[in-house]
């Protein structure tokens, strides 16, 4: 089940487009009263840059801003060293709005390499617009070759385009050394929350989805970037919009074993579960020093009718502690990680008593969704703190 959805979210990145030629790269209100203020664009705004398109930067006159001049100034520049201008194009007065500029190759290589610096004087800068000759995919977040060594960063995606659900499918032409590996940040520079590191075998597959959380967004902050460190080389990024039930998910993409996730849970999760793209035949949730807290031995485990498999493992209140203090746990197995996930709301567990008779009795379907009224399938049943798998005709 889990494996065909992955399989179906690839195949609909590749054949999703649409005709969108003007694309909203920036939207706000921002004074540009002298040179030291200034509206930044990052580079992964640009990627439909091209020769024949247009620059359009929307904006209000003040002449109140700097009343020591009775005029306005307006430059479109390279987010490089000493933010020279973009090639072809010099400083404009306007008096109204739009102030547009037409892009030759070398600007539009420029956007997509550096982003955008617009600066002024006496003006209010509401909206920027990159206007295309073509129809573009808007779910084409990055397109070029950014090569990850010595920890720098890059393929910069604004969570404003991202909805929880959504997954970011990431395109690797190289998969770099042995000791390569790419993180997946925020604008804090922490690692994102709701994400897993990504490794050589997963990069030599060609292509990595990680999947959109709610965690991930609430925790993005301005961006969404990726870092890493020994030649793995990124060639595009792509959204692809609903690929999954993002209610519960901790972590959504598939990895090769040996997983560090990085999240934080509720100090009331007494519950986890892991989907697996087939049964293991050992697994291990660890904490950050690879130290296990359970073994496949204390946990349920549930083969799934697509041949995954769901492990389910009971926490303790010292696993949450040890699982916050470095907002990272391991997966360690010897088969693909799909996803982990909460089952569903376990907040109340801590409250049933030694009695487990007496405990209330909850269905959830194989993706942890609760279901009131179960009927006609395979369920999980849950009863306290007992858990398993149960057919219902």
Known sequence: MMKHLLASVLMAAATFTASATTITVWEGS?????????????????????????????????????????????GIKTNSDGWPELDGTSFKNPTASPATWDL????????????????????????????????????????????????NSGATINPSKLEAGDALKYTF?????????????????QNLLGTSKITPSDMATGTVIVGVTAGMLENAGGSIFVQGDGGPTITKVERIPGAFD???VVCYGERIPGVSVFATLSETTTQLAVV???????????????TALHTNDDATTLENADGSATMTFTLTADDVAAINAKKEFIINTDA??????????????????????????????????????????????????????????
């Not at 705004?45 to 009775?70: K, R, W």
């Not at 697996?276 to 690879?290: G, H, I, R, Y």
Request: aromatic share 6%; hydrophobic share 40%; proline share 4%.
């Open 30 to 74: 921002t004074k540009l009263t002298g040179w030291s203020d200034n509206v930044s664009v990052p580079a992964s705004e640009f990627t439909a840059a091209a020769e024949g398109c247009q620059l359009v930067v929307n904006l209000t006159v003040d002449m109140d801003l700097d009343p020591s001049i009775n005029y306005t100034n307006l």
């Open 173 to 189: 032409s190289a998969a770099g050394s042995s000791g390569a590996q790419v993180l997946v940040k925020g604008s804090d520079w």
């Open 336 to 393: 693909n990680l799909l996803s982990v996930y909460l089952p569903g709301d376990t907040s109340a567990i801590g409250n049933v008593g030694v009695n487990e008779e007496n405990a209330p009795v909850e269905y959830f379907n194989l993706q942890g969704i609760r279901v009131d009224n179960p009927e006609n399938g395979l369920f999980i049943r849950r009863q306290g703190n007992k858990v398993s798998k149960v057919i219902i005709r």
């Open 276 to 290: 697996f793209a087939k049964k293991p035949n050992w697994a291990q949730l660890c904490n950050s020093s690879w």
């Open 104 to 151: 030759n190759a070398t600007a539009a290589a420029q956007l997509k390499a550096t982003g955008l610096i617009v600066q002024g004087q006496n003006l209010v800068i509401n909206k920027i617009q990159l206007v295309t000759a073509d129809d573009v995919d808007p779910n084409l977040l990055f397109e070029g070759e950014l090569v990850l060594s010595g920890w």
């Open 246 to 248: 993002a209610t519960g």
